[in-house]
């Protein structure tokens, strides 16, 4: 601080703050030689542990951005030596884990992940504690009371007790948004890239309670039947710009953030989408893809809360997930957020 500095505080109230719910897993990232054929050998050529998941990743990535206001985790976890890897990890970056609860009867979740660099990363999991969270697991209205303002659930697809869609044609996940509505938060959802059937149907019911979207063009499509890349791979932009509509036609009440790795679409009701295309990342300098998407959706819930403009938001994402690819794991390769600001002048000053 300079002399004659003069340094507002504010209260709680004031700061704000995001609380993640959703899936708190154990990752442990097996770095291969090769991605063998089956019945052959590839050697593990290094090995590294991390928290992964959707509000576990999202959550930290907003601590090592320096996000200012408080943050909060939600979500159940098992009773055991990995549970509280889970909790020490979020107690050291400074996040509230009061609302992560143990359950004795289930084992923390835990992927083992199996990642060529270079190339698409493969996930073995078993989901574990992460399987019996519902929506009354999780109370939205102690978090708004505390002054809480954005309410981050993810992944939907990932958490068979908030998927489930009972008789009365509800899920837990619709309920859980409604109730964190209901309070006066924000809600923020994300997904995974699910091959169940039944993934529209699930995430459909959810959408009229969610305010902010952030999916990749994958969940889009599958959210939608639209197809948003051609046999070849190439991105199909006119399927991605009609995917962002339907969903918002679907219920999806802000905005709906579809992000790939060339470019993001921010749909609006009643506006014309904003269109944004990454800096392309050099191959040789990625060294695994886990949680480019985490991170990309941690800087814009950090954006949203701070009221910023759309296309500030999506240049420091973008510049999110690039930095996340350097690193092994979910979360190791985010830095904070001067770093993104300051590559974004750079790149506005290059165009």
Same mark, same amino acid.
């Given at each position: 601080?300079?002399?004659?500095?003069?340094?507002?505080? *504010?209260?709680?109230?004031?700061?704000?703050?995001?609380?993640?719910? =959703?899936?708190?897993?154990? +990752? *442990?990232?097996?770095?291969?030689?090769?991605?063998?054929?089956?019945?052959?050998?590839?050697y593990i050529l290094h090995q590294d542990l991390g928290v992964g998941g959707g509000a576990a990743n999202?959550?930290? +990535?907003?601590?090592?951005?320096?996000?200012?206001?408080?943050?909060?985790?939600?979500?159940?976890?098992?009773?055991?030596?990995?549970?509280?890897?889970?909790?020490?990890?979020?107690? +050291?970056?400074?996040?509230?884990?009061?609302?992560?609860?143990?359950?004795?009867?289930?084992?923390?979740?835990?992927?083992?992940?199996?990642?060529?660099?270079?190339?698409?990363?493969?996930?073995?999991?078993?989901?574990?504690?992460?399987?019996?969270?519902?929506?009354?697991?999780?109370?939205?209205?102690?978090? /708004?009371?505390?002054?809480?303002?954005?309410?981050?659930?993810?992944?939907?697809?990932?958490?068979?007790?908030? +998927?489930?869609? =009972?008789?009365?044609?509800?899920?837990?996940?619709?309920?859980?948004?409604?109730?964190?509505?209901?309070?006066?938060l924000t809600t923020c959802v994300d997904f995974v890239s699910s091959e169940d059937p039944e993934f529209?149907?699930?995430?459909?019911?959810?959408?009229?309670? $969610?305010?902010?979207?952030?999916?990749?063009?994958?969940? /889009?499509?599958?959210?939608?039947?639209?197809?948003? *890349?051609?046999?070849?791979?190439?991105?199909?932009?006119?399927?991605?710009?009609?995917?962002?509509?339907?969903?918002?036609?679907?219920?999806?009440?802000?905005?709906?953030?579809?992000?790939?790795?060339?470019?993001? $679409?921010?749909?609006?009701?009643?506006?014309?989408?904003? &269109?944004?295309?990454?800096?392309?990342?050099?191959?040789?300098?990625?060294?695994?893809?886990?949680?480019?998407?985490?991170?990309?959706?941690?800087? &814009?819930?950090?954006?949203?809360?701070?009221?910023?403009?759309?296309?500030?938001?999506?240049? &420091?994402?973008?510049?999110?997930?690039?930095? $996340?690819?350097?690193?092994?794991? /979910?979360?190791?390769?985010?830095?904070?957020?001067?770093?993104?600001?300051?590559d974004m002048k750079e790149k506005a000053a290059q165009s």
């Amino acid at each position: 601080m300079r002399a004659g500095e003069v340094v507002h505080h *504010r209260d709680s109230h004031e700061q704000g703050g995001i609380v993640c719910a =959703g899936n708190f897993i154990i +990752d *442990r990232v097996h770095t291969l030689s090769y991605w063998p054929d089956q019945g052959n050998l590839a050697y593990i050529l290094h090995q590294d542990l991390g928290v992964g998941g959707g509000a576990a990743n999202v959550v930290t +990535d907003l601590a090592s951005l320096g996000f200012p206001g408080k943050l909060a985790a939600a979500g159940c976890i098992g009773a055991d030596q990995d549970g509280e890897i889970v909790k020490a990890r979020l107690a +050291d970056a400074g996040i509230d884990a009061g609302g992560l609860l143990a359950l004795a009867d289930r084992v923390t979740a835990h992927t083992h992940v199996m990642n060529v660099p270079g190339q698409n990363r493969t996930f073995f999991y078993h989901g574990g504690a992460n399987d019996a969270l519902t929506d009354a697991h999780v109370s939205p209205e102690i978090f /708004a009371k505390a002054g809480y303002r954005l309410f981050y659930l993810g992944y939907l697809m990932l958490l068979p007790g908030l +998927d489930r869609i =009972g008789p009365e044609g509800r899920s837990g996940a619709s309920r859980l948004l409604e109730s964190a509505r209901r309070a006066g938060l924000t809600t923020c959802v994300d997904f995974v890239s699910s091959e169940d059937p039944e993934f529209a149907a699930k995430v459909g019911v959810a959408l009229p309670f $969610c305010d902010f979207l952030i999916i990749n063009e994958i969940e /889009a499509g599958r959210a939608t039947g639209v197809t948003v *890349r051609n046999a070849k791979g190439d991105l199909f932009e006119a399927g991605l710009l009609e995917a962002g509509e339907r969903l918002l036609a679907a219920g999806v009440g802000k905005a709906a953030i579809i992000h790939a790795p060339e470019i993001c $679409c921010w749909f609006a009701p009643g506006a014309s989408p904003i &269109v944004t295309r990454s800096r392309p990342v050099d191959p040789h300098d990625i060294v695994s893809t886990v949680g480019a998407g985490d991170a990309f959706c941690a800087a &814009v819930l950090y954006g949203l809360h701070e009221n910023w403009p759309v296309e500030h938001i999506c240049a &420091v994402a973008h510049g999110a997930a690039a930095h $996340c690819l350097a690193g092994a794991t /979910a979360t190791d390769g985010i830095p904070g957020m001067e770093v993104l600001l300051e590559d974004m002048k750079e790149k506005a000053a290059q165009s």
